[in-house]
């Protein structure tokens, strides 16, 4: 997406570094989100994206490095924190509640917004009625947006792949999160349903005014929506800015993209 | 053909969270409620009563305590029969040294003690999960039996730690005959069974049920762990606390903590395995299996075996077959006599149409 | 002094009786994942069998093999009607099932051979025997060089052996293990067997200590608190934790209980259990579990 003028930042991420052992995932990672930004992360496998993500919603403490979220500096930060303050993610390994219908588990996202008490909604009167059936409300809001009414009772765990995707993306949606994480929300998708998961991230974007982070491997889907990439080799930075700017990097084509061999090179002179 | 949903159309979100969304489905809960609180206290003989309703209500309640614990919120627990000992003896030292204490006060201070107990054996399921926290509430199993045995206070300095509940009095009403008995468990039965099948549709029930099919996914959204596995421990013990109090005050009137054994824990969970687990009916039909099916098999074995059988045989083929059913019931339907209910239904719907 | 010693090493020696037990556990959920409620009627049924054939007038050895030869068809038969039929079921469901087991077994055994209790004798004289200046049992000796050897000879077989490694993969993952052709149902019907025979053992030797009675199964629930100092996957974990329920139970009878009030050895070693737990909550030697998102 072309001509969007960059909000204030909204994340920073200063000299994180990160290690398994003698593993290192991360190392002395910088960089920043502006509000309202689609943000891609990309690399080869193993580069560390994954523990990025789970660095800056506090799954991970990073060993060095500082996060700035919404003007607050910090290393770690307990998961539910990093919730309540607005950060929402999905998974890799799509990590819904596959005992529980899609319904219910786009309301477990609107978990942090109910207060009402355990006795309250025990006697389900008044209340805790009113609260349940206003963020019942909120929620169908979501499931209407993403398209998922058709399956609102059905148990998570019987559901096709790209539906489950879809549902993750939802729960995460009703938290009304400002900064969404999304880990490869689009792995293993035909391309038809890679072209509505793109569409309903944008229209996130657009209409729910959510700055997005995602980890991405199809380039075409990368070049189409991201504001700005974020290119990870070996868990360090090698390249950050527009798609185009990225694409045309030297670093990046030999890391990820590939060196064309002389092989290679025949074969584009002789198709051109 | 009755049971059709044809014309039925849910257009409001109060429409569609009922408990009970399509009408035959309330009428027919409208006319169980009816038959259960007007006819059968009329119609049902007095053995009926007491030795088979009152129990079979006041272990459900239990039941639906540990279905809270482990079916919705995934925690197992082997120490169900711990929490309605304290609920017991709770009830029975309230009644005890506090005089002219309202009845059901007691009931509901038994309840609040058995919780207390429940959260304490329930703050290492935080570190402890699976089977070591199955063996971690065995502890409070042993541990109970031996204090309600050991320390003569807890049973008036009786020698044998055996006590005799005393007899109830609502409002200046005695509750002595069994259809007042069965009345009284029916209620609080009831009360406490809506109750949990609110939770369960609430914010509280998605909770326990997001800690129990991934926790880390959980505490990622911002559910709080720890609160939300301790709420179902206190929860669950106070409905096996309640269970225990009725337990010595409307069906025994006796208790020794014998009554509250291993065993006993190991009946309760077969009834929510059978019944099926994380659902509020199934702990009410696993209850009525638990309890009928040791007369049926009583009945059918001697129908079989004529010649008089060596004492005790009965029993122990009674205990083979019961092992054996369980097993059937975990390969067959795992999800227990619930699940069956409802293939049923969905079979009625359909009826007589084949699919 | 001597007499803290003595009441230890009785209690250390009492400990490897109960890692006896708690090894049948150990080497069904080594081997397949399942936590085996009914390993305590198992000991039972052994007992009780090997004690009904003697009195049928068989000869020692022959009602050992007799026993043996029935824990191996309840091996096979436990393989083909419930852990075939639960593969790959949540643990929770297996773990029922052996509950079910449980009662199958108690009410079987007695059924075929009646409840009344009796006495078994091996021939070990539970003398005193002084070592040292101190008095220990010539039976504990015998129960705790039995189990040594039966450990020795079990860790070899895991971790040597071929069968050993498929036991192992057959434990992490049934379906994998299905995949890379891995015969399910021989490995199951093997272990089974196994630990119906280290119940057998295990029952000669506590019930010539307590007699045959049904009070056999409970010993079971001693075991239980050895599993989780020791985890539950590991065999030398299964000696180690033995020996310090043993020894602290056996303590904290003497020392403590005339404090409180006895009979505390019931929950005793629960509630250490339950206090290590929260330290290590895998065990002493438990494999860690880690958990992915």
Redesign the interface.
């Known amino acids: 997406m072309q001509g969007k003028v960059p909000g204030p930042v909204l994340l920073e991420v200063r000299g994180v570094s990160l290690s398994f052992g003698g593993v290192h995932a991360l190392r002395e990672v910088d960089f920043h989100v502006s509000e309202g930004e689609v943000c891609a992360i990309i690399g080869p496998n193993g580069a560390g994206k994954s523990s990025l993500l789970?660095v800056i919603n506090g799954?991970y403490a990073p060993g060095a490095g500082t996060i700035t979220y919404a003007g607050q500096t910090r290393r770690a930060m307990h998961p539910h924190a990093a919730a309540a303050q607005g950060i929402a993610r999905t998974?890799q390994?799509i990590?819904l509640f596959k005992g529980m219908s899609v319904l219910d588990n786009v309301m477990t996202g609107r978990a942090l917004k109910m207060r009402r008490g355990v006795l309250w909604q025990a006697l389900y009167w008044g209340p805790a009625e009113k609260e349940e059936l206003e963020h019942r409300g909120r929620a169908e809001k979501i499931i209407d947006f993403l398209q998922i009414e058709h399956v609102r009772r059905t148990p998570v765990g019987r559901l096709a792949y790209g539906l489950q995707k879809r549902v993750e993306l939802a729960r995460a949606l009703a938290a009304e999160p400002r900064l969404l994480l999304l880990d490869e929300p689009m792995a293993g998708m035909n391309i038809e349903e890679k072209q509505d998961m793109c569409r309903f991230i944008l229209d996130a974007n657009d209409e729910l005014g959510v700055t997005v982070v995602l980890i991405e491997h199809d380039m075409a889907v990368v070049m189409d929506i991201a504001d700005r990439v974020v290119v990870l080799d070996y868990g360090r930075k090698i390249a950050d800015g527009t798609p185009a700017e990225v694409r045309a990097n030297p670093e990046v084509i030999a890391a990820y993209l590939g060196v064309p061999t002389e092989a290679d090179e025949r074969a584009v002179a002789g198709a051109g | 053909m009755i049971y059709r949903e044809a014309g039925q159309f849910r257009t409001t979100y109060v429409a569609d969270q009922r408990i009970f969304p399509i009408t035959q489905d309330r009428v027919a809960m409208a006319m169980l409620l009816v038959v259960a609180f007007v006819v059968v206290p009329a119609a049902a003989s007095n053995y009926v009563l007491t030795a088979l309703l009152v129990p079979m209500l006041v272990l459900a309640i239990a039941a639906l305590g540990l279905n809270i614990l482990t079916g919705y919120a995934g925690q197992?627990s082997l120490g169900t029969a711990a929490f309605m000992s304290v609920g017991a003896f709770a009830a029975y030292n309230f009644q005890l040294r506090v005089p002219g204490i309202p009845l059901l006060v007691t009931f509901v201070l038994a309840g609040l003690v058995a919780a207390g107990v429940g959260l304490v054996f329930g703050l290492?399921s935080l570190?402890?999960?699976?089977?070591?926290l199955?063996?971690?509430t065995?502890?409070a199993q042993?541990?109970v039996?031996?204090l309600f045995?050991?320390?003569a206070w807890f049973s008036n300095d009786s020698p044998s730690g055996t006590i005799t509940a005393q007899p109830m009095v609502i409002a200046g009403l005695p509750i002595d005959s069994p259809a007042r008995r069965y009345l009284l468990v029916l209620s609080i039965a009831a009360v406490l069974a809506l109750a949990a099948k609110n939770l369960s549709r609430t914010a509280t029930g998605r909770a326990w049920m997001a800690v129990r099919d991934m926790d880390?996914?959980a505490e990622?959204i911002g559910i709080p762990i720890l609160r939300t596995k301790l709420v179902a421990f206190g929860i669950s013990s106070f409905y096996c606390g309640v269970s225990g109090a009725l337990w010595a005050f409307a069906y025994l009137g006796t208790v020794e903590p014998q009554a509250f054994d291993l065993q006993r824990s190991?009946q309760i969970?077969?009834m929510v395995?059978i019944g099926g687990l994380g659902t509020v009916m199934g702990a009410f039909l696993g209850s009525a299996f638990m309890l009928l099916f040791p007369l049926f098999l009583n009945w059918v074995l001697h129908l079989i075996v004529r010649t008089e059988l060596?004492p005790?045989?009965l029993s122990?083929?009674?205990?083979?077959?019961?092992?054996?059913?369980?097993?059937v019931f975990?390969?067959v339907e795992?999800r227990g006599l619930a699940r069956l209910w409802q293939i049923t239904k969905e079979k009625l719907r359909l009826w007589p149409f084949p699919h | 002094m001597a007499f803290f010693v003595e009441v230890l090493v009785s209690g250390l020696l009492a400990g490897f009786m109960y890692s006896l037990v708690a090894l049948g556990f150990v080497l069904i959920y080594k081997a397949s994942g399942v936590?085996n409620f009914a390993q305590g009627a198992m000991v039972f049924a052994a007992a009780v069998t090997y004690a009904g054939l003697v009195s049928l007038g068989w000869s020692a050895w022959v009602a050992f093999a007799g026993s043996l030869l029935a824990m191996v068809v309840f091996a096979l038969a436990t393989e083909r009607?419930?852990l075939r039929?639960?593969v790959n079921?949540p643990?929770?469901?297996l773990?029922?099932?052996t509950?079910?087991?449980?009662?199958?077994?108690?009410?079987?055994s007695?059924?075929v051979w009646?409840?009344e209790v009796r006495g078994l004798d091996l021939g070990i004289p539970d003398s005193p025997l002084e070592l040292k200046g101190i008095l220990v049992s010539k039976f504990d000796l015998v129960a705790a060089g039995t189990a040594a050897v039966l450990v020795s000879v079990l860790a070899f077989f895991f971790q040597k052996t071929r069968v050993g490694r498929a036991l192992r993969a057959v434990a992490d993952d049934h379906q994998a293990a299905l995949s890379v052709g891995i015969p399910l149902e021989r490995i199951w019907a093997l272990v089974w067997a196994a630990a119906g025979a280290v119940a057998l053992v295990a029952g000669l030797l506590w019930g010539s200590r307590l007699g045959v009675q049904f009070a056999l199964t409970q010993v079971a629930?001693k075991a239980?608190?050895v599993?989780?100092l020791g985890g539950?996957t590991s065999i030398a974990g299964a000696i180690v934790g033995g020996l310090m329920i043993g020894a602290s139970e056996k303590v904290a009878e003497v020392y403590l209980g005339p404090l409180?009030?006895?009979?505390?050895e019931?929950?005793f070693p629960?509630?250490l259990?339950?206090l290590f737990?929260?330290v290590r909550?895998?065990?002493l030697f438990g494999e860690k579990r880690i958990?992915?998102?």
């Open positions: 789970n799954v998974f390994n990590a | 197992f290492p570190r402890i999960k699976g089977f070591y199955a063996v971690a065995l502890a042993f541990f039996d031996w045995t050991k320390v880390v996914a990622v190991f969970l077969f395995i060596r005790g045989l122990q083929l009674e205990l083979v077959f019961f092992g054996a059913l369980i097993i975990l390969v795992p | 936590f009607f419930v039929p639960l079921q643990q929770i469901s773990f029922m099932a509950i079910g087991l449980t009662f199958v077994l108690e009410g079987l007695q059924s009646g409840s629930f239980l608190p599993l989780i539950f409180i009030g006895g009979g505390i019931n929950w629960y509630v259990a339950l737990l929260l909550p895998d065990g958990e992915r998102v």
